[in-house]
């Protein structure tokens, strides 16, 4: 996931323009047939949308760690993948809605919000592989349609996400566009530790999760 995010318009994520003068992106959802069809193109929209801040030792996926997430993704029940597009690719967003059973969250460390714990069993929880948006002028606004496309696709009331805590611009951007930070989750045998985020969408579901923070500059809670 690239690109800082702004406050959220009141208007339908896909309906608008980005701002007066710019042509908007067209949103549109890809099947796995056609997703197979487009997935070189794909990575090579995540390696342009890749930055490291300069100093930043942190190299970030690879192409191939982006193909594969794509791929196991791909094979979750309910997948979905909307891009974003105008003359050229210029962003995408792909996921799958969270099992009422909660093993998503394996591995979280401490003990899941009562909040998130509610919207999991109750089956609106949908989880995001990845947001990858081309930098440009409005990649924020566009960030923010595509992530809310797939959320309203599937009546979403949460939307969570995983980032490698070592991944400071990502955890940067993702705060910027609200996330909340859970705490840090570790698969079982995984090498990576993350940092478990979620979205809420609406002002109801935001005060089901009051005590929650969003991330600190510095990528969250415990220096991540």
């Not at 105008?86 to 099992?99: E, K």
Request: with cysteine; charged share 25%; aromatic share 6%.
């Amino acid at each position: 996931m690239t690109a800082d995010a702004r406050q959220a318009q009141s208007r339908k994520p896909a309906d608008g323009p980005l701002s007066a003068g710019v042509a908007p992106a067209r949103l549109r959802r890809l099947n796995r047939w056609l997703v197979e069809g487009m997935r070189e193109e794909l990575a090579d929209l995540f390696v342009d949308s890749r930055a490291t801040a300069p100093g930043d030792a942190y190299l970030g996926p690879s192409r191939q760690s982006f193909l594969k997430r794509l791929t196991t993704n791909m094979h979750r029940p309910g997948f979905a993948l909307v891009i974003a597009e105008t003359d050229s690719l210029m962003g995408c967003a792909f996921g799958f809605p969270v099992r009422a059973d909660g093993t998503w969250w394996s591995g979280l460390d401490g003990t899941l919000p009562p909040g998130v714990d509610e919207l999991t069993l109750s089956g609106e929880v949908f989880a995001f592989g990845d947001i990858v948006i081309r930098p440009h002028s409005q990649d924020r606004s566009l960030a923010r349609r595509v992530q809310e496309r797939l959320l309203t696709d599937h009546r979403a009331s949460l939307g969570a996400t995983l980032v490698d805590r070592d991944d400071r611009t990502t955890l940067a951007a993702v705060r910027s566009w609200g996330w909340l930070d859970v705490g840090e989750l570790r698969r079982p045998a995984g090498p990576i530790t993350f940092r478990a985020l979620v979205f809420p969408v609406g002002e109801r579901t935001t005060a089901r999760l009051e005590g929650l923070a969003t991330m600190p500059g510095g990528g969250g809670p415990g220096g991540a």
